[in-house]
């Protein structure tokens, strides 16, 4: 079997990692089966006839390459995040990334309690705690991300908690609007920069509680776009007329 026609999957990319970081002990599984057999692993016995498992040299050149995509989604994802932030920002909203936020899902002895993670979430800049109309953006450049992020429906129900417009931001041509559930907005990213609605987001009323309202105080709101552009050209200098 040419390794450079087998498709590696997470679980194939896992197994490597930990093989690689491991002394190599056989689990004799499916999985091993099929690393063995697309060379990336191969049996070593030593004196004592004992088998263990080493990470081939094409083993370690797929490994290289599963970074380099990493990476690369990472800095495409995190290009993304930062559009968005700019859009909040422009709109006249308050707007953070990476919060982590807890909210209650479900009713009753079925209810529990979900961290939820948006990318980006952001409030309108009022005093009126029922006008904050607080906004959570999720955001995918990965098909595979997407997918794994729709089979787990408590974190979307987190987001719908704490949030009165939520939406899914998607690199174009990764999904249709019509795969992302209807309490959801969908915007796709095109290369030109633009963020297109296709689907708009559903509008509720909520007041957020105020332990959000803690982690928000505890957190760093990104710069506007005017204090970003006020510090470019730095302080007057003294005596000057202001």
């Not at 957020?208 to 928000?216: G, I, N, Q, S």
Request: charged share 30%; proline share 6%.
């Amino acid at each position: 079997m040419n390794p450079s026609t087998v498709p590696i999957k997470p679980v194939h990319q896992r197994r490597l990692r930990e093989v690689w970081r491991s002394a190599g002990w056989p689990c004799q599984d499916l999985v091993e089966a099929e690393l063995l057999a697309a060379g990336l692993l191969e049996r070593v016995r030593d004196a004592a006839g004992r088998e263990t498992l080493r990470v081939t040299d094409a083993g370690v050149t797929a490994l290289a390459g599963t970074l380099q995509r990493n990476r690369a989604r990472r800095s495409a994802h995190e290009a993304l995040v930062e559009r968005v932030v700019r859009e909040m920002t422009r709109a006249g909203r308050l707007a953070w990334r990476g919060l982590s936020l807890r909210a209650r899902v479900g009713e009753g002895d079925e209810g529990r309690w979900v961290m939820a993670m948006p990318d980006v979430f952001s409030i309108r800049h009022t005093t009126l705690d029922d006008r904050v109309e607080p906004a959570a953006h999720e955001i995918k450049v990965a098909r595979a991300d997407l997918l794994s992020d729709l089979r787990h429906p408590h974190k979307r129900l987190a987001y719908l908690a704490l949030s009165s417009q939520c939406w899914y931001v998607l690199k174009e041509g990764i999904a249709d609007a019509e795969e992302i559930p209807m309490e959801f907005g969908v915007m796709f990213a095109s290369d030109t920069g633009a963020l297109d609605v296709a689907r708009p987001a559903p509008r509720r009323a909520i007041r957020l509680p105020l332990a959000t309202w803690m982690a928000l105080a505890r957190a760093h709101a990104e710069p506007a776009l005017d204090a970003e552009a006020q510090a470019w050209l730095g302080e007057p200098p003294e005596g000057a007329d202001q």
